[in-house]
């Protein structure tokens, strides 16, 4: 754990540009991850109270948050204490079961009914997605939510619809649509994690997923990371990283001094 930790904040590569890019200041902060404690309230393993005017997108009220559900959150620290500002929830995958252990054609680790139609909440793997909540629901549509690449899958499912067109490979898109013959035919698309702007720093959890394109790996759509630096972590390590404007290969030396304390003070959970 010490080694991760020390790891990422001393971290990899020289970016001698940053400081210079970055004189304003860490405008936001935001948490990519999954409920690890409803009490004192967690993601990641990362200790949050809620903002008196939170906005919320995929839940009508906070006590409807459970164990396992994945979310974006934007956040900003109030003293010693860090405050969700906006909460939205991330379900991976909503489909049809279509084979045992699968929901549209996806492998799933978790305990799927045997027929029917399901939310999971996760994260993808490269073998498909781990799941950390399966609920039952009764919808039409279908919603997914990946990395989309340049051969038109978002996550490892196909998808199909003008809204794509342009899309750079490595972005973060919800999809909504129907699913006909192995393809989602997209209704709606949105692009990007977060509801408005992405914050600067983001603390991510996830697994690492092979990019077609290039010799990298990315972790939750948002950072790419040096494929040489980070194999060793293997592929099947549930991995939390932070990411600053995308990258999780910047010097805390490169950052003002009250930059480089707020980095520390929000990444200290990011060890595994």
Not at 73 to 88: E, F, N, V
Not at 104 to 114: D, R, S, Y
Not at 118 to 139: H, T
Not at 217 to 246: F, K, P, T, W, Y
């Amino acid at each position: 754990m010490i080694r991760t930790l020390i790891s990422i904040l001393c971290l990899m590569f020289a970016w001698p540009t940053f400081a210079e890019e970055k004189e304003g200041g860490i405008i936001g902060t935001g948490v990519i991850g999954q409920i690890t404690a409803l009490d004192e309230f967690e993601v990641s393993g990362m200790r949050f109270d809620f903002a008196s005017d939170i906005e919320l997108k995929g839940l009508s009220k906070l006590e409807d948050l459970r164990m396992g559900m994945t979310l974006a959150l934007s956040t900003g620290r109030d003293g010693a204490s860090w405050q969700i500002k906006t909460l939205q929830h991330m379900p991976i995958l909503t489909g049809p079961i279509t084979a045992p252990g699968e929901v549209m054609g996806v492998p799933i680790t978790g305990a799927l009914p045997n027929s029917g139609t399901v939310q999971i909440d996760g994260f993808w793997s490269k073998d498909g997605i781990v799941a950390s909540r399966i609920v039952e629901v009764q919808q039409d549509n279908v919603q997914i939510s990946g990395i989309y690449d340049e051969l038109g899958l978002v996550g490892q499912v196909p998808v199909r619809g003008a809204g794509l067109t342009g899309l750079a490979a490595g972005k973060t898109v919800s999809i909504s649509g129907q699913f006909e013959n192995g393809v989602i035919v997209m209704d709606t698309a949105m692009e990007g994690p977060f509801m408005g702007s992405s914050p600067d720093l983001v603390l991510l959890e996830g697994y690492f997923q092979p990019m077609a394109a290039s010799n990298s790996l990315s972790l939750q759509g948002v950072a790419i990371a040096s494929a040489e630096g980070e194999r060793d972590v293997g592929l099947d390590q549930l991995v939390r990283r932070c990411s600053l404007s995308g990258r999780i290969d910047f010097l805390l030396s490169d950052l003002t001094q009250s930059d480089a304390e707020l980095v520390k003070s929000f990444c200290i959970s990011a060890s595994n």
